[in-house]
T-cell receptor, first 112, second 111 residues
Framework: ETGVTQTPRHLVMGMTNKKSLKCEQH?????MYWYKQSAKKPLELMFVYNFKEQTENNSVPSRFSPECPNSSHLFLHLHTLQPEDSALYLC???????????FGQGTRLTVV | QQQVKQSPQSLIVQKGGISIINCAYENTAFDYFPWYQQFPGKGPALLIA?????SEKKEGRFTISFNKSAKQFSLHIMDSQPGDSATYFCAASRQGGKLIFGQGTELSVKP
């Protein structure tokens, strides 16, 4: 285990549903990230948080809404998703200013 | 400027052979180049990393070769084993910032 825990591991949701993904890190890091991993594509950085503040949003549609209540927890709230949003969503953490990122095991999301 | 290009997309190697994966970058401000290994159902895990002040770094069977002038770096896996079968991602970052990932290489090592 890397010290980054994501729940749930698998999620199937309809296009009208609202669900949330949770990430928790036990590494004392101050930076947290959401990545999207689709088949045959590079990991796409979605959001970056440093010390609970969002510092980057890579033009992510508003149907994805992140929340970072403290440096150890990160959420991704999902609503009215599209089938093309089906992917593996990965959370990662690092020291602020540190380059090594530690990843969770991901949530496999299927939108039906 | 932000891209990292990785090749090949997939690679099949016989057990005991050498696996070679290549990456090229554009942004000369990048100063950290890690390789991540990802097994099915798992998140990527850091395998080995290099900074541009050295041309090579070796950890066990894994070696990074770095060519600053060509803006290229590669991962060599010596004596490849079936347990090395995984997807490998190169990445780059600048001054401890966000990682920019390559497209990934699916490695299969045949017994």
């Amino acid at each position: 285990e890397t010290g980054v825990t994501q729940t749930p591991r698998h999620l199937v949701m309809g296009m009208t549903n609202k669900k949330s993904l949770k990430c928790e890190q036990h590494l004392g890091h101050n930076a947290m990230y959401w990545y999207k991993q689709s088949a045959k594509k590079p990991l796409e950085l979605m959001f970056v948080y440093n010390f609970k503040e969002q510092t980057e949003n890579n033009s992510v549609p508003s149907r994805f809404s992140p929340e970072c209540p403290n440096s150890s927890h990160l959420f991704l709230h999902l609503h009215t998703l599209q089938p093309e949003d089906s992917a593996l969503y990965l959370c990662a953490s690092s020291r602020t200013g540190g380059a090594e990122a530690f990843f969770g095991q991901g949530t496999r999301l299927t939108v039906v | 400027q932000q891209q990292v290009k990785q090749s090949p997309q997939s690679l099949i190697v016989q057990k005991g052979g050498i696996s070679i994966i290549n990456c090229a970058y554009e942004n000369t401000a990048f100063d950290y180049f890690p390789w991540y290994q990802q097994f099915p159902g798992k998140g990527p895990a850091l395998l080995i990393a290099i900074r541009p002040d050295v041309s090579e770094k070796k950890e066990g069977r894994f070696t990074i070769s770095f060519n600053k002038s060509a803006k290229q770096f590669s991962l060599h896996i010596m004596d490849s084993q079936p347990g090395d079968s995984a997807t490998y991602f190169c990445a780059a970052s600048r001054q401890g910032g966000k990682l920019i990932f390559g497209q990934g290489t699916e490695l299969s090592v045949k017994p």
